[in-house]
């Protein structure tokens, strides 16, 4: 794989015009099969020579390589010198210089990054939603301008309208954590925070897969825990594939990337046609409420009453269900 400057890239792509080939990938700029060799581009800049002859072909364009160590790289270099210099005890002169784990480098919110978020977790019915989105640097105007920046403040009809563009044009994963399978978890001692690391990083790993060869400078999380944490639970947890390689952590990560902001609202929009699927299962014709108020607990004990069974709409071990139970006694 060779990384290519901008005009080296659109170079690229008239050499290789009479050779396209029918399909591209999904996330590539053009594929090409010339002779022997296949060449994937990306708007990244990076191409990707395969097959017999390969680096001949990928030598063609060595005048056109990006030559200097982008900042980013730098910047990253930087991050794991000053690592090292830790570990080795290397005394520093002032202690506030030593950085948190959490501190992004300069310029990171115009880097390629995966991000993600998760929805759910504190609200009494529905699933606990996680989603990853991939915003190459190319695409982080565009999604600027869908007006994202701020996904907290957004509305559910905004929320609406804007996830489905996402869901077009970036590359991207949601797991639901269903509140059958959830609260089945829950009992058998796995904890949210662990289910959040667990399904934080199957989204970013299934993300990761989907735009290869291409690769993200980074992966930023929405922080709900200390890193150390995080990677414990994955451990624990036994993850065929731990992503760790660039991974950051930042709270209020919307604001450090807006691929946190667009995974947030990804993940709001899942949530909002989960609550919907669930509240017609309940025989319902409104969504069910997002929350763990009084109105959860009122549509809860409705639901009791009717005979159908919490486990499968609610996560039962919040204190909420003490308080249907109340209310159903009532009832
Ligand atoms: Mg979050």
Known sequence: ??????????????????????????????????????????ESGKVVFQGADAAHEADRWSAYQQKQQSPKAAAVNEAGRAKSADNQGTKKQHSHAKAPADTLPKDFANWSVIG???????????????AAVYVPAERIDWVKRLG???????????????????????????????????????????????????????????????????????????????????????????????????VYFATKGEGKHVAVAAASVLARYVELQEM?????????????PIGAGKQADQVAATLVQKGYDLEDFAKVHFANTAKVQALVNKG
């Open 148 to 246: 994202i920046a701020d996904s907290k403040n957004m509305t559910d009809a905004q929320i609406k309208e804007v996830a489905p563009q996402l869901i077009q044009h970036l590359a991207h994963h949601v797991i639901n954590l269903g509140p059958h399978k959830y609260n089945q978890l829950q009992a058998a001692g796995t904890n949210i925070v662990a289910m959040k690391a667990l399904s934080h990083n199957f989204v970013l790993t299934a993300v990761q897969e989907k735009i290869a060869p291409e690769q993200a400078d980074a992966m930023l999380i929405d922080q709900f825990v200390q890193a150390s944490t995080y990677f414990r639970y994955l451990k624990k947890g036994k993850q065929e594939q731990i992503a760790q390689q660039h």
């Open 116 to 130: 993600s978020d998760e929805v759910g977790a504190g609200a009494y019915f529905g699933p606990l939603t996680t």
């Open 1 to 42: 794989m060779i990384s290519l400057t901008k005009t080296g890239l659109s170079a690229c792509q008239k050499a290789y015009a009479d050779y396209l080939k029918d399909k591209t990938p999904a996330y590539a700029r053009f594929a090409a099969k010339k002779g022997k060799v296949t060449i994937t581009a990306y």
């Open 276 to 288: 919907t699927k669930l509240g017609q299962a309940a025989g319902l014709n409104t969504a069910l």
